[in-house]
């Protein structure tokens, strides 16, 4: 059964950081492209950002320059690295990883507020 664990949400001030972790219980890690969503009361989940299987990324507008996603093949762990946090980042934080064999996993999430 595949898990994936996020850690390291909580409650910061506006400009401060936060590492969240996203520990995957799942075959061929490598080759799945891995995500971070995240979903504020009343609104859809959107995408944060994304690295693929060999390392490219994207990122949503309102975060790029400052946020920076990574992954650790040997620990199965992808890592959201947010710098100079906003009110406005406030939301669950999901993890995602999209399998090669195009199925598609997510994490219970994590919750990240930032205090004005």
């Known amino acids: 059964q595949v898990q994936l664990v996020e850690s390291g949400g909580g409650l910061v001030q506006a400009g401060g950081s936060l590492r969240l972790s996203c520990a995957a219980s799942?075959?061929?890690?490598?080759?799945?492209?891995m995500g971070w969503y995240h979903q504020a009361p009343g609104k859809q989940r959107e995408l944060v950002a994304r690295?693929?299987?060999?390392?490219?990324?994207d990122y949503a507008g309102s975060v790029k320059g400052r946020f920076t996603i990574s992954r650790d093949n040997t620990k199965n762990t992808v890592y959201l690295q947010m710098n100079s946090l906003k009110p406005e980042d406030t939301a669950v934080y999901y993890c995602?990883?999209?399998?090669?064999?195009?199925?598609?996993?997510w994490g219970q999430g994590t919750q990240v507020t930032v205090s004005s």
């Open positions: 995602n990883a999209y399998t090669w064999a195009s199925t598609d996993y």
């Open positions: 799942l075959r061929h890690f490598s080759f799945a492209h």
């Open positions: 690295i693929r299987s060999n390392g490219d990324t």
